[in-house]
């Protein structure tokens, strides 16, 4: 018997990086996971590797700009374990560039993956955990949002509209039906520098993650903990860094 047998969980993102340890962390937990990315043929794999393990695992594909994509994902967890408790959103890019760079093309790509993406999934979700009487929304969101520094201006500025949107919501689901937690990772060994476009900026990002980078897991153990408190306690906000990130 797992700790978390009793949850049903939808993550997006869940192909590569936290995703995907989350993924793993709470299929061990006990929880049965809907995973949705973009990369199918990587989820499939994924799902074969937590049901050879004696896990519980559905994939959809999903892109999370495509907002019928993420009621697809919320459909399945339904109908296929009866329920959803938590949405994790996990999927997000970070092509990160001086605003005076002028990549608009990055701007809208970070807009639309990283705050329409999670508006997406709530729109999705809530209808769902207000017809069960709970639901909980996890959001990765990120320490860019905390420490602004160059070159990340849009991203930071897309995470923080997360982070706000996440206490809105907090605000509004007093009444103990929804729960709320946003959490910021730094450093993470992910393909995040794979959708820098900036070749300088990409070889800085990696030597960082090469040099004191978390490894996902990290991250992962606090999003089951996060779920994994009394109903009565909500984790609303977490940062996570590795100790030697400045």
């Known amino acids: 018997m797992g700790s978390l047998d009793d949850k049903v969980v939808a993550i997006t993102g869940a192909s590569s990086g936290i995703g995907e340890a989350t993924a793993r962390r709470l299929a061990g937990?006990?929880?049965?996971?809907?995973?949705?990315?973009?990369?199918?043929?990587?989820?499939?794999?994924?799902?074969?590797?937590?049901?050879?393990?004696?896990?519980?695992?559905?994939?959809?594909?999903?892109?999370?700009?495509?907002?019928?994509?993420?009621?697809?994902?919320?459909?399945?967890?339904?109908?296929?374990?009866?329920?959803?408790?938590?949405?994790?959103?996990?999927?997000?890019?970070?092509?990160?560039?001086?605003?005076?760079?002028?990549?608009?093309?990055?701007?809208?790509?970070?807009?639309?993956?990283?705050?329409?993406?999670?508006?997406?999934?709530i729109d999705a979700a809530l209808p769902v955990f207000e017809e069960n009487g709970h639901g909980h929304f996890i959001t990765i969101v990120s320490t860019a949002g905390i420490k602004i520094v160059p070159t990340m201006a849009v991203y930071a500025g897309t995470k923080n509209a997360v982070r706000t949107v996440m206490e809105g919501l907090r605000q509004e689901s007093t009444d103990g039906t929804i729960k709320t937690t946003a959490i910021s990772p730094g450093y993470v060994r992910t393909e995040f520098a794979d959708s820098v476009t900036d070749p300088q900026i990409r070889a800085q990002v990696e030597r960082g993650m090469e040099a004191f980078a978390l490894a996902p897991d990290s991250v992962a153990r606090a999003v089951e903990f996060a779920i994994d408190q009394p109903w009565d306690v909500e984790i609303g906000e977490l940062s996570i860094r590795p100790t030697a990130q400045g």
């Open 29 to 121: 937990a006990g929880a049965a996971v809907v995973l949705g990315a973009r990369r199918a043929d990587r989820l499939e794999t994924l799902v074969d590797e937590i049901r050879n393990a004696g896990g519980r695992a559905e994939a959809v594909g999903v892109d999370v700009t495509v907002a019928d994509d993420l009621r697809r994902l919320v459909q399945t967890a339904v109908s296929t374990f009866g329920r959803l408790d938590v949405l994790v959103s996990s999927a997000g890019i970070g092509p990160i560039s001086p605003v005076g760079a002028r990549r608009t093309g990055d701007w809208h790509a970070m807009i639309d993956v990283n705050l329409r993406g999670v508006l997406h999934g």
